[in-house]
């Protein structure tokens, strides 16, 4: 018997922006307040978690076409970059530079190399969980 | 002349000798190896004129030169003695076996190269003045030797021997290893020269008295003495060349070549003089004895062997005691050295014929066994003659050189008793009569060996062979050892002046100063003293028992076979194989939970222990922050958690209590400020509960028993002590905050040089980003692992086929 879970599936359409967006926010404020990538990640990773629960897996796929291994990857060779790419400025392994900046719209920022770090542990943080999820509930 | 790489030219013709044996098929390859010890011999003997004189020679090459081990070829008198024993007596043989050997049907190259191979081991071992290259040498004698007795590696006693040989051998050799480690930490030096020449320093040294001992169980299981003997009449399978060789004229003699090379280094000790002289005594009587009960032809020279290095090594022993009595004082001690060193000459001819005439009737008749032999003399008449020499020089009889060296022996072992130092002079009335006991059996064996082989009825039924006379090459070397053993009889002061005499000088330096001191001419008759009639005893005796032997020799038979040393050496063989097996079984369960128990336990003992050994135990509350009632209820509601965990009938509730855990201490952190780590923690524990009940849902039906969890006082109590020990040392560490903390620095600059508010995260990703690189590495890992172990199961044979079938 196939259930109707309407009520499920339509709560899920809206709270997983909000999900989304909070995690957003978690990660980018991270340098400041509590959060970072891998709260940031998590939270993501749990969304999407949410819809895996609220659709089956063959939607979501179609839904997010992500291969999540490439993801690892890609956060890897970006947390791994950001910090070998010190070392073309002749200075030591993991010397992270920053500095403010005007920026339109947002007004006077400051932008730091550690935040591409930080991307790059979300990335491997969603990447994973998602794999582990997936490849555990395709296992039959 | 860097005659130092003379040691390695057998070894290098053996790298040849293959390629020989497989190109030139016509010629027996002994042929060619036959070269070389006949090359080194006549290199050999060039030194003679000037060792004569008491002149030596060094030559030498560094070999590791960081850590001053070198390889360095002393040439003395006693190095030369041997070298022109190992290169004589290896030309003979090799003669030999080429008429022994079949080139057909024998693989002749590996033969010749462990042969070539071994020569170079011996002449390093007798010419090397370095410890370590000593050493080095001294284990190839014993890979060679290994390698030779199990050259019919399909037999089974081959293998045994060889086993056995090896075992016995690399034990003392690492021993003597030991040994001279010490003698080089306390002399500063492997030189063997530079330890004797500071000699005197060492023998206050606490660890001299080891030292000896250690060096002495290298030379007793190499010269086959008492009760280390026993590998070598299991040697015996070896083909008979070998055995001739190795296990009679040179690598048995290597330990009483160790031990005369080292008795400058250690005459001063009561503890040498008594080791070698006893064990040697009673070597002689054991072997001497025993040979008797032998059936073997190779049997009987097996244990004569043995008997006869007790009697060399006893020579050496009582050779040291000239230590202490000195030059000046006429004591017979300082001949002793002498005989001994002609003795090993004496032996090493008829010994090697002997074992050629055993190897000659085996050949020739097909067995070995004294019983089914007899009356071969008329068959094989020159064959008859030569063992006839053989044996009685081995017997001490005139006019062959066996009777000189007895001679000397008797008149050593009488003036034992006259020495009195060290207890000799009441105990040493015990040492000519043992000597002359194992004489006279020496003289039974003799005659034993060579009549009931030679004459007598003979049994052509029980032979497998029809007998006959041996090829003549195969005659040539025995009697070549014949000739030798008769003209030393006539000519004994040559072998005295030439070889004998620069070898005594090496081994008692503080009596003389070069070989024309050594005042000593071995005369045939010497009037009729206590030894001749000790010698007349010895025929009378002898041959009276040799008469009535079929009377008593069933008496060997009553000996109980439980108390043999060769049921000893297979009982600690097999313990050491079922009991270290058993031992391992015990321990090694197979089950984790035993290795957690061993763990834990090692944890609680180790640390525990280290905390009251150094007394680090210490609790003070001083710094401690005030209890608030809130901690108070986590705390709680956690311990509750725990014990549910514990006690719950089922895996379900264990799984929710654990979840409780979680959030517990994800709520302490939130009442500690932090909230990074409650944040986490939280998404943490929901996702591994997630995960906890996905592997509950997945657990077979079968065995799914909802029990509690069975109560074992042995973990209860390994539990309550980790738990002790982490607090213990928790409190302690606690208690005892000699740093102050780094954090400080932290606060100051994250701002400033970071640009960043959140110290945590500024933590993670700029001060210690490259602690966090490597977790999401190790992350990153973990999820591949998950699909590896997923996806690629090949659970289905046909996959597996389809693999391998690529």
Avoid: C
Avoid at chain 2, 191 to 199: G, T
């Amino acid at each position: 018997m196939k259930t109707n879970d309407v009520i499920l599936q339509t709560t899920t359409k809206i709270i997983f922006f909000i999900i989304f967006l909070f995690s957003i926010h978690i990660f980018f404020a991270g340098h400041y307040t509590p959060g970072g990538g891998f709260v940031g990640g998590l939270l993501t990773a749990s969304g999407i978690v949410l819809l895996l629960l609220a659709f089956d897996l063959k939607t979501v796929t179609t839904a997010l076409p992500i291969n999540y291994t490439v993801m690892t990857a890609i956060g890897l060779l970006l947390a791994l970059s950001t910090a070998a790419g010190a070392i073309f400025f002749n200075v030591p392994f993991f010397t992270h530079a920053f500095d403010y900046f005007h920026l339109p719209l947002l007004g006077k920022q400051s932008l730091h190399t550690a935040m591409l770090f930080d991307t790059g542990v979300y990335l491997v943080v969603v990447g994973v969980t998602m794999t582990i999820i997936q490849s555990i509930g395709a296992d039959d | 002349m860097s005659f130092v790489y003379f040691i390695f030219i057998p070894m290098l013709a053996a790298l040849v000798i293959p390629f020989l044996y497989k190109k030139v098929r016509g010629i027996h390859t002994g042929w060619f190896v036959l070269a070389v010890p006949v090359i080194l011999f006549s290199l050999y003997t060039t030194f003679l004129s000037k060792v004569k004189n008491g002149e030596s020679f060094t030559s030498s090459f560094e070999w590791i030169p960081s850590l001053n081990i070198s390889v360095t070829s002393y040439i003395d008198g006693l190095s030369l003695l041997f070298s022109l024993l190992i290169t004589g007596i290896g030309s003979l043989v090799v003669l030999y076996s080429i008429f022994y050997l079949d080139k057909t049907r024998e693989q002749l190259h590996n033969f010749y190269v462990y042969l070539l191979l071994f020569m170079t081991a011996m002449l390093g071992v007798v010419q090397s003045d370095h410890m370590i290259s000593l050493y080095f040498f001294w284990e190839l004698t014993s890979i060679s030797s290994f390698l030779l007795i199990g050259y019919w590696y399909k037999r089974d006693r081959s293998r045994f021997g060889a086993l056995k040989s090896m075992m016995i051998t690399v034990f003392g050799g690492l021993m003597m290893l030991g040994g001279f480690v010490l003698l080089s930490i306390m002399g500063d030096t492997y030189s063997i020269r530079e330890l004797i020449a500071s000699a005197p320093e060492l023998g206050n040294h606490e660890w001299f008295v080891w030292s000896l001992i250690l060096i002495l169980l290298g030379a007793f299981t190499k010269s086959a003495q008492f009760p280390f003997y026993i590998w070598l009449p299991d040697a015996m399978e070896a083909p008979t060349p070998v055995s001739a060789y190795l296990h009679s004229a040179t690598m048995v003699k290597a330990g009483l070549y160790l031990v005369a090379r080292f008795t400058p280094i250690f005459a001063s000790s009561e503890w040498w003089i008594w080791l070698v002289t006893g064990i040697g005594l009673l070597t002689l009587f054991w072997g001497s004895f025993f040979a008797l009960k032998q059936t073997d032809l190779k049997g009987i020279l097996a244990f004569s062997t043995v008997s006869q290095l007790g009697l060399i090594m006893s020579l050496l022993g009582a050779g040291a005691i000239s230590f202490h009595t000195g030059i000046e004082e006429d004591s017979i001690f300082k001949y002793a050295a002498f005989a001994a060193i002609f003795h090993l000459v004496n032996h090493a001819t008829f010994k090697g014929s002997l074992f050629m005439i055993a190897g000659i009737v085996d050949h020739e008749t097909g067995t070995r066994d004294i019983r089914k032999l007899g009356g071969l003399m008329s068959m094989m008449p020159i064959s008859f003659t030569i063992a006839l020499i053989g044996s009685f020089s081995m017997a001490g009889l005139p006019p062959f050189n066996g009777f000189l060296s007895k001679e000397m022996f008797l008149t050593g072992m009488l003036s034992i008793q006259d020495f009195n130092l060290f207890a000799f002079d009441t105990w040493g009335i015990l040492f000519p009569i043992i000597a002359w006991i194992a004489s006279v059996f020496t003289f039974i064996y003799s005659f034993y060996f060579v009549f009931r082989t030679f004459t007598g009825k003979h049994k052509p039924d029980l032979l497998p062979k029809q007998a006959h006379e041996a090829p003549i090459g195969m005659l040539i070397s025995p009697a070549i050892l014949g000739s030798l053993v008769v003209a030393i009889f006539f000519i004994p002061n040559v072998i005295g002046d030439v070889l004998v005499k620069p070898a005594v000088v090496a081994i008692q330096p503080y009596l003389y100063d070069v070989p024309e001191d050594i005042h000593i001419h071995i005369k045939a008759w010497h009037g009729p003293n206590i030894e001749l009639w000790m010698t007349i005893g010895i025929v009378l005796l002898g041959y009276l028992l040799y008469a009535t032997l079929s009377k008593w020799q069933p008496l060997y038979n009553k000996f109980p076979q439980g108390f043999t040393l060769n049921r000893l050496y297979d009982t600690m063989m097999f313990l050491s194989e079922v009991g270290t097996n058993r031992l391992t079984r015990f321990y090694m369960t197979g089950f984790i939970r035993s290795y957690l128990v061993y763990m834990f336990t090692g944890i609680v003992l180790l640390t525990i222990s280290t905390v009251f050994i150094k007394e680090a135990f210490d609790i003070s509350f001083a710094t401690l922050a005030p209890i608030r009632f809130y901690e108070l209820i986590i705390a709680l509601v956690l311990i509750a958690g725990t014990l549910t965990i514990l006690l719950a009938k089922s895996r379900l509730t264990s799984i929710i209590a654990l979840g409780a855990v979680g959030y517990s201490v994800a709520l302490f952190f939130v009442i500690f400020n932090a909230p990074d780590l409650a944040l986490t923690q939280l998404v943490i524990e929901t996702v591994s509960v997630a995960l906890f009940l996905l592997a509950f849902y997945h657990l077979p039906k079968l065995n799914r028993h909802e029990n509690r969890m069975k109560f074992r006082l042995g973990n209860a109590l390994v539990a309550i002590g980790v738990g002790v020990t982490v607090t213990i040392v928790a409190l302690s560490a606690h208690s005892q905050k000699l740093v102050p903390s780094i954090s400080s620095y932290y606060e100051k600059t994250v701002y400033k040089e970071a640009g960043g508010g959140n110290i945590v995260n500024v933590i993670l990703v700029d001060y210690r980003g490259f602690d966090t690189l490597f977790e999401i590495a190790v992350l990153a890992i973990a999820s591949l692992g998950i699909i590896a172990l997923i996806q690629l199961r090949l659970t289905k044979k046909k996959e597996v086929n389809r693999i391998e079938d690529k």
